[in-house]
């Protein structure tokens, strides 16, 4: 991935140049996490997908390079400053017919999209609870990474409320926070179908896991092989190397 810095941001250049993404030098950017996400998720074409807390539009760009014939994508972002980075994205990618950017609030939602839209979410919510670690200075930061402004409940709330009936969720969240992330989205009637760990090194504990959730689906569950991001000598693995290049991973 490369990167030039063009007052206090940087555009970013991924996949051998097919998509370029502009974030802020200092504040919230994107991780490897959201790369991970994007590739996790499956499309199909024709469908409607929204991105809850879509920072600098980061997962709806990913979706729409690699998946043909999709509707419509939505980001919904809450800081107004990274909103604007995210339809700059848009339009510097040529993307526009595709993806839209709201500046909402998910804990309103209901006052600025209708019920049972949208075929699939995403999300890469904030994931720490505020009483957890230190929170960054940064607000921009502190946002996006804590549970500053919205909670996973409210994450799962708006999610329940977009979603068609049998409409997917996928999501990513700290793996030491897995038995909270199943329990919480069986209450919002969102049935966990698919499971996979991320881990840094073999032999490590898992850092994130990667679930796809179905809305009134039935009780039966897929564990995937774990996603291992570096070999032992500290670089890629073969997986990663191949989601840099393009590929999905579901």
């Given at each position: 991935?490369?990167?030039?810095?063009?007052?206090?941001?940087?555009?970013?250049?991924?996949?051998?140049?097919?998509?370029?993404?502009?974030?802020?030098?200092?504040?919230?950017?994107?991780?490897?996490?959201?790369?991970?996400?994007?590739?996790?998720?499956?499309?199909?074409?024709?469908?409607?997908?929204?991105?809850?807390?879509?920072?600098?539009?980061?997962?709806?760009?990913?979706?729409a390079m690699r998946n043909?014939?999709?509707?419509?994508?939505?980001?919904?972002?809450?800081?107004?400053?990274?909103?604007?980075?995210?339809?700059?994205?848009?339009?510097?990618?040529?993307?526009?017919?595709?993806?839209?950017?709201?500046?909402?609030?998910?804990?309103?939602?209901?006052?600025?999209?209708?019920?049972?839209?949208?075929?699939?979410?995403?999300?890469?919510?904030?994931?720490?609870?505020?009483?957890?670690?230190?929170?960054?200075?940064?607000?921009?930061?502190?946002?996006?990474?804590?549970?500053?402004?919205?909670?996973?409940?409210?994450?799962?709330?708006?999610?329940?409320?977009?979603?068609?009936?049998?409409?997917?969720?996928?999501?990513?969240?700290?793996?030491?926070?897995?038995?909270?992330?199943?329990?919480?989205?069986?209450?919002?009637?969102?049935?966990?179908?698919?499971?996979?760990?991320?881990?840094?090194?073999?032999?490590?504990?898992?850092?994130?896991?990667?679930?796809?959730?179905?809305?009134?689906?039935?009780?039966?569950?897929?564990?995937?092989p774990p996603l291992m991001?570096?070999?032992?000598?500290?670089?890629?693995?073969?997986?990663?190397?191949?989601?840099?290049?393009g590929a999905i991973i579901?």
């Amino acid at each position: 991935m490369a990167s030039a810095n063009i007052d206090n941001e940087t555009v970013d250049v991924l996949f051998n140049g097919k998509l370029r993404v502009r974030q802020p030098l200092h504040g919230y950017r994107f991780s490897i996490v959201s790369i991970l996400l994007a590739a996790f998720t499956w499309l199909k074409k024709k469908e409607r997908i929204a991105d809850l807390g879509t920072g600098v539009g980061i997962i709806p760009l990913l979706l729409a390079m690699r998946n043909e014939g999709i509707e419509q994508i939505v980001g919904i972002e809450l800081q107004e400053k990274l909103a604007g980075v995210a339809l700059q994205n848009v339009s510097m990618n040529g993307l526009d017919d595709i993806i839209r950017v709201y500046n909402e609030d998910i804990r309103s939602i209901n006052g600025a999209l209708l019920p049972a839209e949208f075929d699939v979410v995403v999300s890469n919510p904030p994931y720490y609870r505020v009483s957890s670690g230190r929170i960054n200075p940064s607000l921009q930061k502190a946002i996006a990474r804590h549970e500053v402004s919205c909670t996973l409940d409210d994450v799962l709330r708006a999610t329940s409320y977009l979603l068609k009936e049998s409409g997917r969720f996928f999501i990513v969240f700290p793996a030491s926070r897995t038995i909270t992330l199943l329990h919480r989205l069986r209450s919002f009637a969102l049935e966990p179908k698919r499971l996979r760990w991320v881990h840094s090194y073999q032999g490590e504990q898992a850092k994130f896991i990667l679930a796809e959730a179905h809305k009134g689906g039935k009780e039966e569950v897929e564990v995937l092989p774990p996603l291992m991001l570096y070999t032992q000598s500290g670089k890629y693995s073969p997986e990663i190397e191949k989601i840099y290049s393009g590929a999905i991973i579901h």
